[in-house]
């Protein structure tokens, strides 16, 4: 699969980063945030490079699929599933969005609060 070289999650998915990785399918890899929010706060990542949200295109869309399916596993195995938890996806600078690679954030274990910061 051709990855962006730069790319920080690219790295972590071709393993050349160590990361704590909790879930893997062919389409998607699940790791441990390096500075949680949140008691669970998992990143799901496309194993595709893709940048942003606004970068998904239909023949991807299997892929955001692959996120959603990784994300309802994990919260079956981190016990939060009844409890409940967020998911989030930022997108580019107003966003909050700092690695270029589309992800979405699992986080839970504590009571969430809205509205986000
Ligand atoms: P975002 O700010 O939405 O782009 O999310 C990027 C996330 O990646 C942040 O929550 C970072 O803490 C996380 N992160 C950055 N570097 C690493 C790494 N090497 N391993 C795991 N998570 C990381
Ligand atoms: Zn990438």
Known sequence: ????????????????????VVYET????????IHPQAPVHIVIVPKK???????????????INALFVAGNRIVEEEQIRDKGFR??????????QTVDHLHLHLLGGRQMHWPPG
């Open 1 to 20: 699969m051709v990855q962006d070289p730069s790319c920080l999650f690219c790295k972590i998915v071709e393993r050349k980063i160590p990361s704590t």
């Open 26 to 33: 062919d389409d998607a890899l699940a790791f441990r945030d």
């Open 49 to 63: 490079h893709i940048p942003t949200i606004t970068d998904v295109t239909l023949p991807d869309l299997h892929l």
């Open 87 to 96: 998911l989030v996806m930022n997108c580019r600078r107003d966003g909050g």
